[in-house]
């Protein structure tokens, strides 16, 4: 890995002074936010106590990680019973958890998990939760992300690109949005599966104008007084819709769509020939910013909400989105991430490893695949939002964590890679078009093209497996 910047360890002396007051007020709110901070005390003293004691203790817990999802990929325990409709899901946590940790799965295994995908794709295009169930955007977005990581041949034609399509397609609506599933409930989820999906895979450009026209413009009603997004328009913004609304407006190139005034306003002045930014954070403090907790240091998802180690990618990976947008609109770079990460990383190295592995919402939780994966991929936001050569980790070098695309929430070197391969079917369909004088119409009603032509593109491509080669 590449030369990090360490960050210290806040002074938990003076921290104290950040813990919530009631001002003699109490509620049911006021009692569990009290309740929260003094469970996490016991984990900030606990370090303070062992940190000279007990190594392990302010790092990663790799080893019993590993255990930990290697298991659950074998076999769910019964409890996840709940989730049999959501078992690409699983699968997803469980590979995107492994890479950040940057440890391999066998290649038996991941042909395995290629298999059973393929068995959950449906006829009708889009992938299920489980085998002879209903196609469904979330699991959708959970079978691509993890084909797209596993990287082989197979995988890619367990997706069918064209029947995707059509999917997505059918759960399109005139004004832009986009259902969950045929006949199902619309919201701002379903926007950003969709166009990730799409994104990932490459699909044509003329496709994507016709899918996406007016999303844009859909996605930026869910924008609230606060500042965040809402899951659909004149709802309570929340950290998770937040990231859905703004990570498809950035893969759309519609970043500009959003309320500018209500995410980071900028004003500059020159003063000895250099500019200096000074920012007025105006709707964007009062929301975004204002997630992360001053005490726990993770994000809450909502405005007087508990902390919750998920948030920290839903929330955390918005930050870097949105100041790459500014960015791009004003040529010129914002250096600085707007968060606190290293308070980031201490609530999640202190507060939410579970000793026999796993990772959890908050102390007093079970550990859980979501929060295992999200938790991981908060933090290697955070360590890679200002450089990837020189990462910013907490504490001791060996915390460092391999980066996550923050759009996608894929290993970067998927992305190119999958890219890479759909644009080579791209130009197989833009070729068999011209050579046989047809409409691109015709073409992508064959339902055997894809995987046809993907044989020949196969031929020209290798790409990697999962590994640790891929950062």
């Not at 496709?207 to 500042?227: H, M, N, P, S, V």
């Not at 908060?378 to 980066?403: C, F, K, M, R």
Request: proline share 5%.
């Amino acid at each position: 890995m590449d030369m990090n910047i360490g960050i210290e360890f806040r002074d938990y002396t003076l921290l104290k002074n950040f813990k919530y007051d009631d001002e003699r007020v109490s509620t049911v709110t006021s009692r569990e936010q009290q309740k929260t901070e003094n469970s996490i005390e016991k984990c900030f003293d606990r370090y303070q106590q062992l940190k000279f004691l007990d190594p392990k203790i302010a790092k990663f817990h790799r080893e019993e990680h590993q255990r930990f999802l290697e298991s659950m990929l074998h076999r769910l325990p019964g409890n996840y019973e709940c989730l049999d409709s959501s078992r690409p899901w699983c699968i997803y946590w469980i590979l995107q958890a492994g890479h950040v940790l940057n440890f391999t799965f066998a290649s038996q295994t991941l042909e395995a998990v290629v298999q059973f995908l393929t068995k959950c794709r449906h006829p009708e295009g889009g992938f299920a939760g489980g085998p002879d169930q209903y196609p469904h955007l979330a699991p959708t977005y959970a079978a691509v992300n993890s084909l797209a990581m596993i990287g082989t041949p197979s995988a890619y034609r367990a997706i069918n690109r064209d029947s995707l399509e059509r999917f997505l397609f059918k759960v399109r609506e005139p004004d832009g949005a986009f259902r969950m599933h045929v006949d199902g409930e619309i919201d701002i989820r379903g926007a950003y599966c969709a166009v990730s999906v799409a994104m990932l895979t490459n699909m044509p450009e003329q496709t994507l104008k016709r899918l996406f026209d007016k999303t844009g413009d859909w996605i930026a009603t869910c924008q609230t007084y606060e500042g965040g997004f809402s899951g659909t328009p004149d709802l309570e913004a929340h950290g998770g819709y937040t990231f859905c609304g703004i990570a498809a407006l950035a893969l759309l190139n519609e970043g500009y769509k959003c309320d500018q005034q209500q995410l980071l306003v900028r004003k500059w002045i020159h003063r000895n020939n250099t500019h200096n930014q000074i920012f007025s954070l105006l709707h964007w403090k009062k929301w975004t910013l204002q997630r992360q907790m001053s005490y726990e240091g993770g994000f809450q998802g909502r405005t007087n909400k508990l902390v919750d180690g998920c948030y920290s990618f839903w929330v955390g990976a918005t930050i870097p989105i949105t100041q790459a947008i500014i960015s791009n609109q004003n040529n010129h770079k914002l250096v600085k991430t707007l968060f606190d990460v290293g308070a980031l990383q201490e609530y999640i190295l202190l507060c939410c490893q579970k000793p026999n592995g796993g990772l959890i919402d908050k102390p007093g939780k079970p550990q859980d695949l979501y929060h295992t994966c999200y938790t991981l991929t908060g933090v290697a936001i955070a360590q890679h939002a200002e450089s990837t050569l020189h990462p910013s980790v907490l504490g001791d070098p060996i915390n460092e964590l391999l980066p996550t695309h923050p759009l996608f929430n894929v290993p970067p070197q998927a992305v190119v890679q999958t890219s890479h391969y759909y644009e080579q079917l791209n130009q197989l369909y833009a070729a068999n078009i011209k050579g046989n004088n047809i409409s691109s119409e015709n073409v992508s009603d064959n339902e055997d093209k894809e995987e046809a032509q993907a044989m020949t593109v196969e031929d020209e491509t290798n790409p990697s497996s999962v590994s640790s080669d891929n950062s």
